[in-house]
């Protein structure tokens, strides 16, 4: 097999045949060894058989990666020959072929770029770099890009930014057929409308999509041209295929038209066409539309993004009954069902309800709090809902607890079909009570059946599974069960599956089956203690699944990653990317010092790709370093830079922002800062990434800049008059960045259609919600006149309402209580003027709130006094805790225990002493307003359910009186977290010795990882631990816990 031989027929058939047999273990062997010519023949075969011989794509990858490293190293005449193997090749393989520059070679990888996918793509792009450096761009024809083909699209950054506009343009289609990243796009439109001013309709249409990238005054020239009208086309198709524009392009560009001065002029056509725009236009165009014209479109308008506001004033708006009468109508609402009334919710039978549910749960951001709650208190009424699970699951996660426990028997009986739902944990595992219960033999018998109610097994039923069998395969069958439940599963159940498995000598090689939100459980000082093979596992593990990663605290997340980066031998030397790379979202996490000496040249080369990750704020002064060495001093920084840096522009100080030439800050350019800013922080990484102070700290630089170069600041005398913002702009560069005298001074209709956004604005300064308040008022008179829609669109601006104001509004609908239940740190005064309101609005008696007013009362329940809350109907109540319980409420520990005294009515949950873990994590906060002897009769599976926030809100004199230190030695580690510095002050020392047992284990140094930093804290010396174990252990009882074999 070492040489080619002349073999013709069937046999060199079998012969080439039997190479595709080789097993993958001896592959790299065979071919590696064979001669150049066998490979050709074997190349060959396969060219001509690649759709019978169906190989597995490991082995496509390895006979690929065997021939690039070994023969085509050799002989780069064979690479054509490969052609049909290329997709199979790794990025890593690609970069590493040497420098080819045969034509043959190039146009070999331009006729199948198409069939790879995106990282092969830019592989070769950066493989093709080395043969086509700066020097040789700047040096080349016009006809550059036509001459190189699809490749030059793939360039790293570095190169592609020496083409010139006039390469740019005349290899525009070239450029169009092939996959150029948003900054390529940004940069090829502003190198061409910067450099040209007399382009044509022609051009502009084979522009095409990468216009929408253009600044909006280089395309405002064009006004009044033939080309402005192709321009506008292509801005409009950019929007319609929701891809993400400048809205300041989008205003300057299609909504300055004379047409949409009056909506009611506008044919249900070209109202049609203009759906998509329909947000950015506002309420007033909303408003000025007709009934007529609103019905003619509202099959079009199901799949817009209204907001709350705008899809009430388009619902109130539609002629009396078109959305209950007509037949499958509510269904067809889509997003609009967010305007829909709780109160006409109410009024409509079980079967309109039914048929129009799964429609409605697809849309985002579809029912609110009380919508769902109205719909879903009334359905599980009936005692049919068992037959509707299919048609009611899209609503389960917001169906209280109580209104599920009364069905649970008649769940068990049909338990194959609840093992498929989407249950929250609380409901599944009343469910699983009922069934350990009523059929036990389940359980025991066909545990892997129990499906989505697996979330709801308590320990001891883990545990008699592990014992009954504790085979490695009966272990990975019940990880797997877990890790298929339909959400984030309860701590005590992952705790209890580390404790269990812990203690198993396969433990190790189960890590990979535990998943990462189950291996994130275990402690820093259990992980610390794995192999590497066993930490790179872990590795893995968080690279598949990196939420979990950003779920941990801060400090755990560090120290994890400390140890990890310790354990994988990454703590010498430069931070190469490879390194980088296979920490994932990690990386940022590693120590100041590791960080510091990442690779340059991969830093600069893979920006868009580390504006993916998080930062700390450390991690942000790092980078802004790093950016400041590559890309020189910022007073040296061009459109071009600035376009690479992208947000990461905020992570600069500012000493330096202020350096950053103030010509290149145009609105268009800081619009989109916030925008790429905006999109990250709303994604899977930033959602998780900063924590409140942190996301205050990052807004307050944001505001710096926008105020510093747009003229708010008169450090400099140069600055620009300050600009007025249209409401457009706004939903990028959020209100509460602009000056409250700039957004005053917005036009009345520009103000209106801004109202809602500013009043859900969380960064608006008292000064300015107080200035814009008054806005409102010169608008719309006093505060006794606002509208039901006026008031709904207030937020937080209603915190500057005075007590008069407040008792002046009128809250006859759901909608207008839930805008100002929502208001989380109103004074008490106005809390309790705000509940009076209520009663007083709708003409009912704090006996008559139903659980769909209860949860849009939302915060203002604590306005209620104790007796107006004894009251309160217990059931109707019980059924709004589930959302009540996640706020952090406001009041007094009378007010908690008055409520808490309402959730154990006989119709409600009974005694607090029968409460499980499922009702406690029903009633999250309240449980903080457990009377005294209720919480220290708590047992593990109670304090189990308890969340953290309760935790948090239980008074510091309550704590230490009712919390024993045994009690306190069964938190979990989230719980314990949650205990704040007051309550911590108050403890004894036995208490703080049991939480610090929680904190870390006790034969390590305790940290206190409760903050967000990595300060030590709750340190006692080895003695003093040992010391206070005894003490623990002198003052508990003697459960099975301590005293196993009693």
Sequence with gaps: MQTARVVTGDKFSYLMKEYFSIPLDSLQSVLSTAHITTITLILQYYSRNQDTLQLPDKYLSTMVSVLLQTHVVKDGSLFPELAPLLTSASPADIQALPSLRDDIVRETINRNLANMNLDQREAFGVWYSKVMPPSNITRGHQSLIRDTGNLIAYLPFRNFQHLSPAQLLDGLDVLQRNSLTPLKQEFVAQSLLSSYRNLTAQD???????????????????????????????????????????????????????????????????????????????????????????????????????????????????????????????????????????????????????????????????????????????????????????????????????????????????????????????????????????????????????????????????????????????????????????????????????????????????????????????????????????????????????????????????????????????????????????????????????????????????????????????????????????????????QTTLSQVDWFFFFLPDSSLQEIPRALMSVRRIEKLFMNQRRWERGAVGSHCLNEDERKEFFEKQQFVLQFFLGFLKINPLSPTPIVPNCEILHTIPPAAWTSSSLTSMSPSAFSNCLELMGRDPFLASYQRIQVLMKVKQMYGPVSSFSQSVISQLGRLAKELTVEELSSLRLTERRSIAALGAVSDLSNRQLAAGFTTVLNSTKLSPSQLDSSILVAMGYMVCGAKTTEMKSFNAVEFSKAVLWLGQLKLSCSEEQLETLVGLLTHSLAFGPISTWGTDVFIEIGVLAAGLPDFAMSALVKEQIEGITPEAISMIPPERFYVALNPRQISLFSYEQATAVTDEQLSVLSDVQRTALAMVLTPWENRPVDFRGKSSGLALSHSPLCLILGLLMLLMVLPCPDLCCPGT
């Design 204 to 638: 502009f249409t084979r522009l095409g999509k990468i216009t929408c990238q253009a600044d909006p005054e280089d395309l405002l020239v064009y006004r009044g041209t033939e080309a402005f009208i192709v321009i506008q086309d292509i801005v409009m198709n950019c929007t319609r295929e929701g891809l993400s524009l400048s809205n300041y392009l989008i205003s300057k560009l299609l909504l300055n038209s004379t047409e949409l001065k009056t909506p009611s002029s506008l044919s249900p056509a070209r109202l049609a066409e203009l759906t998509h725009l329909m947000p950015l236009l506002g309420v007033t165009f909303l408003q000025a539309l007709t009934p007529a014209q609103l019905l003619a479109i509202l099959p079009v308008l199901d799949s817009v993004p209204f907001s709350p506001a705008q899809a009430a004033i388009i619902i109130d708006k539609l002629p009396p009954g078109t959305t209950l009468t007509a037949p499958g109508q509510l269904q067809e609402l889509g997003h609009l069902i967010a305007g829909m009334k709780t109160e006409t919710l109410l009024t409509l039978t079980s079967d309109r309800l039914l048929s129009s549910l799964p429609a409605m749960a697809q849309h985002t951001p579809g029912l609110s709090p009380p919508q769902a709650n109205a719909i879903a208190t009334k359905l599980w009424g009936f005692p049919e809902v068992i037959s509707w699970l299919d048609k009611v699951e899209p609503l389960l996660y917001c169906t209280p607890l109580l209104s599920v426990l009364p069905r649970t028997r008649m769940l068990v009986d049909n338990v194959t079909t609840a093992s498929t739902k989407s249950w929250n944990t609380q409901q599944a595992i009343a469910i699983v009570s009922e069934l350990l219960e009523t059929k036990p033999n389940v359980i025991r018998q066909n545990f892997l059946s129990l499906g989505t109610l697996g979330q709801g097994v308590s320990c001891a039923i883990l545990k008699q599974r592990f014992q009954a069998d504790s085979s490695p395969s009966a272990v990975i069958k019940i990880l797997a069960l877990l890790r298929r439940q339909p959400g984030p599963l309860h701590t005590s159940l992952k705790k209890c599956v580390i404790d269990e498995l812990y203690q198993l000598e396969f433990f190790s090689e189960l890590l990979k089956d535990l998943g990462a939100e189950i291996a994130l459980t275990m402690s820093v000082s259990t992980i610390k203690k794995f192999s590497t093979d066993v930490m790179d596992t872990l590795r893995k593990l968080i690279i598949q699944d990196p939420q979990q990663f950003l779920l941990q605290p801060r400090t755990k997340q560090e120290l994890l990653v400390d140890k990890m980066v310790q354990r994988l031998g990454m703590y010498t030397g430069v931070f190469t990317e490879e390194e980088f790379r296979s920490l994932g979202i990690m990386a940022p996490f590693v120590v100041d010092e590791v960080l510091i000496q990442v690779d340059r040249s991969f830093f600069t080369n893979n920006l868009h790709y580390l504006q993916g990750l998080c930062y700390t704020r450390s991690k942000m002064d790092i980078v802004a370093r790093i950016l400041q060495e590559a890309f020189g001093p910022v007073k040296n920084w061009n």
